[in-house]
DNA sequence: TCAAATTTTGTAAAATCGTGCAACATACCT
DNA sequence: AGGTATGTTGCACGATTTTACAAAATTTGA
């Protein structure tokens, strides 16, 4: 591993993340904490990113912060992505909608695997794009500033023209009544249209966000062919779920 | 084996890999590592490549580039984006390539201006979405793994429907006889295809690309409404220019 | 305030780099 | 052909850079 891949990777990271830690770095990269805190200052003194204590942030002031609750779901996110990885097989067809979950699945594709990645979200596209075997096509459209996704007729349109083997759909809320609801109607239409694209559809939440809904349903629970949450597909939790004929992992 | 067949060798190494290890290559090519490192070195200086310590990496990789004379040409760049932003203007509808220039310029666009950006540019659009006023409209299609833009049918056929005021065009070099040229041909379909859905193109270069070509031609020099560098507009290199009709900024 | 996590500082080992030099090959000239 | 000039290659050596580990200092959060 060079010094510079690694510049390139946290430089990388913290631009689709806006936040990483050191120690996760490490890690990764498979080097001491030592090595990636002398990569921080140095990428901090050219002003790449700005290194705080703990890790490093995005050096350019940003609109929205992350909330606590997002740092404490993160683990439960990373579960669930490294569950939905082995969906994944080769020479398929993958449409990813947005969210933290989908850019976590979207980091933990192993590296030797080939297929192609239909997404309309920018953060996810920039993390497919450092693999070297995934093609990765965007679905362009009227970029939504606080979702970083294509929005609006355009992404719609080429949505209309493609058929995925699966689709893994990001955030939301999933009620056993309400179905599947979110809070914006732009992402509603552009998540319908994703569902009408895919062959199977499987949902990507944590716990928290199931049984509890939204302003705008996107579909039934019915519709929707798999759920994957961090919780065992025992848990009572789940249940109801499972009654009603989804596939739970 | 040849010194240009190892030149060849690396390059293309460094091009499908993205990085090599020089150590690597020496025990591949059974020639002492002394060699490869004069060889890199010679690479180096002729930009096919960027050597790092224990090796090198993708020159067209140089998005987060850290090198001096790379610091020195930034400035370079940060002149030009300057220059370029006095041209937007309320209202206007952009047509935004990709390349480090373009992306210096969606980040020195002050605060509170209103219009309308079209890109095919990852970096560019992650910059713009930024922008409190700003609307970004991302040209979807396949998405190229070194230059971080969308290439192909999709985002040629979507720059077919639309005509916006004025484009700016980052990367290429540019002759007085061989016009605006690139090395890569896909690269060339799509700038041809953003120069026919603009009224006027604007080409931002630093003068290292003046007087210079690659393989292919984007258009002929004539067909360039405006060029900005970071010289004066009287600096003799630029006369020839001026003479053909471009409006130097 | 205390304990845990993180940073700083120093150090030693390993890897890598630059340079001079001799051996060899190639090009050029007579 | 012979000789000279030029360029290339591999090796040796010291200089430099990079890295991991350890101990002390600092910051963080409860």
Known sequence: MLREERYNYI????????????TDIARKLNVSEDT???????LDEQ????????????????????REDQIYAHEHKSTIASKAVKLLHENCVVLMSGGTT???????IPDNIRFTVFTPSLPVAMQLIAHPLVET??????????????????????LSHLKADIL??????LDLDSGLTEFDWEVVQLKKAMMESAKKTVVLTI????????????????????????LEPSHSLLIPFREKGLELI
Do not use: P
């Open 11 to 22: 430089v990388n990271e913290v631009k689709i993340r806006n936040r990483v830690l050191l």
């Open 36 to 42: 990636i805190r002398r990569d921080l200052n140095h």
């Open 47 to 66: 002003g790449k990113i700005k290194k705080v204590h703990g890790g490093a942030i995005s050096s350019s002031f940003h609109l929205y912060s992350y």
């Open 102 to 108: 989908n850019l976590e699945l979207a980091r933990l």
């Open 137 to 158: 096509i965007f679905i362009g459209g009227r970029l939504s500033k606080d979702a970083q996704i294509a929005l609006g007729g355009d992404a719609i349109r080429t």
């Open 168 to 173: 893994f759909m990001g955030t939301g809320n």
């Open 207 to 230: 716990s928290e966000k199931i049984n509890s809904s939204q302003r705008f349903k996107i579909c039934a629970t019915s519709e929707v062919h798999t759920l994957i949450t961090e």
